[in-house]
């Protein structure tokens, strides 16, 4: 008989433990297994070398804050039943189980649908493996569950998604401005009338958490050699998509080729049972295996593409507060040209231009609520005295051009 309780050595938190027979069954699922293959970050480890841990890691990190935050809650009274406990628990370790490759890198590009849904497909169809025992997670998940703070704990602005991830892409970025009180958060976490809140004592907590979020968007998330790596990948897969749609044939992974050669949407995956397994057999190591492939291949653009993906010859990236006029964009497009000896359709997946938005906070996004003393709670805008809502609606918005280095 096999043991499912099981210790796990967690870099960031110490041992995890698994401690319930469908928790460890759920893990060992192919469908969960696959995130081993899918980094966190993407090709955040091009700045970050560190950066290599895998969407596995971060699940089962969000699990171990779960459980945490369930035992704070319960010691304060709120009443949490164990399938209650049980079902926020498989929320949240099957929350990301519908990312792709690269995690939020390939997000709507192998196919026109979100990895939410796709992870609300996966979940449909675990359960039936499962013979109906992740209803109340699926329920939870979709928030069509009574209990609405259940679901604030899988996905709100303060939910143990976002606590584990800032604090493991710290740790593995070395980016201490993502350090947060991890622990003083989740002791300080309440209920009041069915909404997740914070008890007084952890506002300054709180505020560490909102400002180290949006500190991490820049230096890390949405760091210029970042989006540097992600707009060269996104050039190689719209030249293949290309290039398959006009009959040429390109070696590589045949489940990626079967995405790239007809754009998905959400019905395809409704209408095909097939195509959800077929999308989960693909992960990193299937996509950059094949970017090798094409690195040999006869079409000149996707061959060089893929050259300065694997070797790090990564395109600049100039930002700043307003958007690139065209004669800038289209002096990099005919220097490409004349130094690669390209036309200008060639030129244009060498070339191109974007904008960043870093927004901390949403007030129409589960706002996080301050309990007092007196039983009131107010918005985290009025009970800061370090975040008023004029900083907590900015969004900065950068706009960006990439073009190839000089030679």
Not at 111 to 136: A, D, S, W
Not at 229 to 251: E, H, P, T
């Amino acid at each position: 008989m096999t043991n499912k309780r099981k210790i796990i050595n967690d870099p960031v938190y110490g041992f995890l433990t698994i401690d319930d027979d469908l928790v460890f069954d759920v893990i060992e699922h192919p469908y969960f297994q696959r995130q081993r293959g899918i980094k966190q970050l993407g090709f955040t480890y091009l700045v970050y070398p560190g950066a290599v841990h895998s969407r596995f890691s971060h699940m089962l990190g969000a699990l171990n804050l779960m459980k945490r935050a369930i035992s704070v809650l319960r010691t304060k009274g709120v009443a949490i039943s164990d399938e209650e406990s049980l079902g926020v628990q498989l929320a949240i370790l099957l929350h990301d189980v519908g990312h792709g490759p690269f995690s939020h890198t390939s997000e709507k590009v192998l196919c026109n649908v979100h990895h939410e849904y796709l992870t609300g497909l996966f979940m449909q169809k675990m359960n039936e493996e499962f013979c109906g025992r992740l209803q109340t997670a699926i329920e939870i998940f979709d928030d069509t569950y009574p209990r609405h703070f259940l679901h604030q704990l899988v996905s709100s602005q303060l939910d143990m998604d976002r606590l584990d991830y800032l604090a493991r892409d710290s740790f593995f970025t070395g980016v201490s401005e993502g350090i947060v009180g991890t622990e003083r958060i989740i002791n300080m976490l309440n209920v009041k009338d069915d909404v997740l809140v914070v008890d007084e004592k952890g506002i300054y907590s709180i505020e560490k958490f909102i400002i180290s979020r949006r500190l991490m968007y820049w230096q890390v998330y949405l760091h210029k050699t970042v989006i540097a790596a992600d707009n060269l990948f996104y050039s190689i897969l719209a030249r293949a998509r290309q290039l398959l749609g006009q009959g040429v044939k390109l070696g590589g992974y045949e489940p990626l080729l079967a995405f790239l050669g007809r754009q998905y949407d959400a019905d395809d995956f409704v209408a095909d049972a097939h195509l959800l397994d077929l999308y989960a057999s693909i992960d990193d190591a299937d996509v950059m295996s094949t970017v090798k492939v094409w690195q040999r291949c006869s079409d000149r653009v996707l061959s060089t593409l893929c050259g300065r993906l694997l070797w790090r010859r990564l395109p600049k990236v100039e930002e700043r507060g307003e958007s690139f006029g065209e004669e800038e964009v289209e002096r990099h497009i005919e220097r490409v040209m004349q130094q690669e000896s390209m036309n200008r359709e060639e030129a244009l997946f060498f070339v191109g231009t974007g904008s960043l938005v870093n927004r901390s906070y949403s007030f129409s996004d589960s706002e996080i609520r301050i309990l007092y003393k007196d039983g009131s709670c107010r918005d985290i805008s009025e009970s800061s005295d370090q975040l008023d809502r004029h900083f907590l609606e900015k969004a900065v918005k950068k706009y960006y051009l990439f073009y190839p280095k000089g030679k």
